[in-house]
């Protein structure tokens, strides 16, 4: 064996060996199933937080089929507060539901910000808490393609001190 045959050998041992160690570390990458819809999902509601001069509303109404995270819905945001009013209204294209926890996310049709920004054709999502006490997340909100299918909202959430939402 001359010196450039076990120079592409070489090369070669290792390319294969990267290739089988991606082949074994994508086959684990199996999507957690208890995340989506279990013999299908369905969460509608309205849940009111008022805390101090801010009221928030979110209302929803969402289904999706068994073992999948593909839905069908609509959605209401309003949030009311001395800086103004922000809303927005659109679609639910995604539910994701594990325990009383449920990501909602969608594309906004109209909307708003309290500064007269327009949310028309931005996607959004939502986390949506249904134990004890309910909460909300505020939205996250950005181009289509930056906000991941049921990927939930913000880190801040708020009470529901009106109303609520249920799962079924």
Known sequence: ?????????ARFARFAALTLSGLILAAGTQPNRSLYAQGGAH?????????GRDTRKLTVQAQAPAGSASASGTVQFIHN?????????????CVSV???????????EKGETATGALLDGKAYAITISTGSPQSFSLPTIGE?????????GRGETVPV???GFKIG
Do not use: H, W, Y
């Not at 289509?144 to 939930?152: D, I, K, L, T």
């Open 1 to 9: 064996m001359n010196s450039a045959s076990v120079r592409t050998s």
């Open 43 to 51: 969460i509608t509601g309205a849940g009111i937080s008022k805390v």
């Open 81 to 93: 507060s001395p800086a103004g009013l922000s809303r927005f209204r659109g679609t639910i294209t």
């Open 98 to 108: 594990n325990g009383g926890t449920a990501q909602i996310s969608g594309l906004i």
């Open 144 to 152: 289509p393609g930056a906000v991941g299918a049921c990927s939930g």
């Open 161 to 163: 001190t009106e109303d």
